[in-house]
Nanobody
Framework: QVQLVESGGGLVQAGDSLRISCAAS????????MGWFRQAPGKEREFVAAITWSRGPTFYAGSVKGRFTISRDNAKNTVYLQMNSLKPEDTAVYYC????????????????WGQGTQVTVSA
């Protein structure tokens, strides 16, 4: 069983940067593939980024590629999402998720989910 707790969300202006974090419980964090998803009001939850077990590889949605960076610190059981050049359309609740398989990284088929952290980008 893995528990995930996101933090670091907030209100920023367009063009700003923000780093959100996801702390995971358990001693097997390094064996999980980690992903970030987001859900804007009235929209479906969508894939943002994923990282496999150690230092990569990493995967990104086209809308964030080049602006967002996913990373992980297995010693701290934490995965990060560094978000640069934020846009109002990045406004959403951001969720981290964990799974043991690397199959279907961009789908919602993850085993564990956090409660989410709100990111709001003003124009």
């Amino acid at each position: 069983q893995v528990q995930l707790v996101e933090s670091g969300g907030g209100l920023v202006q367009a063009g700003d940067s923000l780093r959100i974090s996801c702390a995971a419980s358990g001693r097997t964090f390094s064996t999980y593939v980690m992903g970030w998803f987001r859900q804007a009001p009235g929209k479906e939850r969508e894939f943002v980024a994923a990282i496999t077990w150690s230092r990569g590889p990493t995967f990104y949605a086209g809308s964030v590629k080049g602006r967002f960076t996913i990373s992980r610190d297995n010693a701290k059981n934490t995965v990060y999402l560094q978000m640069n050049s934020l846009k109002p359309e990045d406004t959403a609740v951001y969720y981290c998720a964990a799974k043991t398989s690397s199959v279907g990284l961009v789908t919602l088929n993850y085993d564990y989910w956090g409660q989410g952290t709100q990111v709001t980008v003003s124009a």
